[in-house]
T-cell receptor, first 116, second 113 residues
Framework: DTGVSQDPRHKITKRGQNVTFRCDPI?????LYWYRQTLGQGPEFLTY????????KSRLLSDRFSAERPKGSFSTLEIQRTEQGDSAMYLC??????????????FGPGTRLTVL | AQSVTQLDSHVSVSEGTPVLLRCNYS??????LFWYVQHPNKGLQLLLK??????LVKGINGFEAEFKKSETSFHLTKPSAHMSDAAEYFC???????????FGTGTSLTVIP
């Protein structure tokens, strides 16, 4: 399967703990995006990378959130000192960056986080 | 700022009847618009996209959407619903740079046998 993969698919943690999610994009896709989706809502943009550079961050991304893409391939999203409000589905998407036009994003299955 | 409004949170149709999922957009420029579908426990899948070429866009699984600038709409249609179409559908607009994407709140489609 050459699609976007995310690990783990589910994570249950206690409030105050740190969690880290991983995303493996489609190979040769140089753009990688993170979104958060809460129940009954559409995905909300968190951040994106072009290769290893983090180019934009949403105001939703508080100081407790950090994302990395150290070698321009896989990415990690870490949440420190989790809160119950962090419970959501975290989605990763990748796209080939076109010189012209708007990229199509390919989404992974998501990581569902539950903070108790 | 860019945004999309999905006018119906839930739509129910009978199998074999037409599907209409409504989306209005707000943008200060000519936008790029997308429809994605999300089946339970599966990732979001692109149905179709509009990027200022033909205003009638054909997508996968028999879906199509028409960009109407005068109405700021991008409604999704299908002539005949199939049971496998039951899912959550999202209308999406990108920003001017094509770097950020703004999702609507989704429309849940139920297909009645």
């Amino acid at each position: 399967d050459t699609g976007v993969s995310q690990d783990p698919r589910h994570k249950i943690t206690k409030r105050g703990q740190n969690v880290t999610f991983r995303c493996d994009p489609i190979s040769e896709h140089n753009r990688l995006y993170w979104y958060r989706q809460t129940l009954g809502q559409g995905p909300e943009f968190l951040t994106y990378f072009q290769n290893e550079a983090q180019l934009e961050k949403s105001r939703l991304l508080s100081d407790r959130f950090s994302a990395e893409r150290p070698k321009g391939s896989f990415s990690t999203l870490e949440i420190q000192r989790t809160e119950q409000g962090d419970s959501a589905m975290y989605l990763c998407a990748s796209s080939p960056h076109l010189a012209k036009g708007t990229d199509t994003q390919y989404f992974g299955p998501g990581t569902r986080l539950t903070v108790l | 700022a860019q945004s999309v409004t999905q006018l119906d949170s839930h739509v129910s149709v009978s199998e074999g009847t037409p599907v209409l999922l409504r989306c209005n957009y707000s943008s200060s420029y000519s936008p790029s618009l997308f429809w994605y579908v999300q089946h339970p426990n599966k990732g979001l899948q692109l149905l179709l996209k509009y990027t200022s070429a033909a205003t009638l866009v054909k997508g996968i699984n028999g879906f199509e959407a028409e960009f109407k600038k005068s109405e700021t709409s991008f409604h999704l249609t299908k002539p005949s619903a199939h049971m496998s179409d039951a899912a959550e559908y999202f209308c999406v607009v990108s920003d001017l740079t094509g770097n950020q994407f703004y999702f609507g709140t989704g429309t849940s489609l139920t297909v009645i046998p």
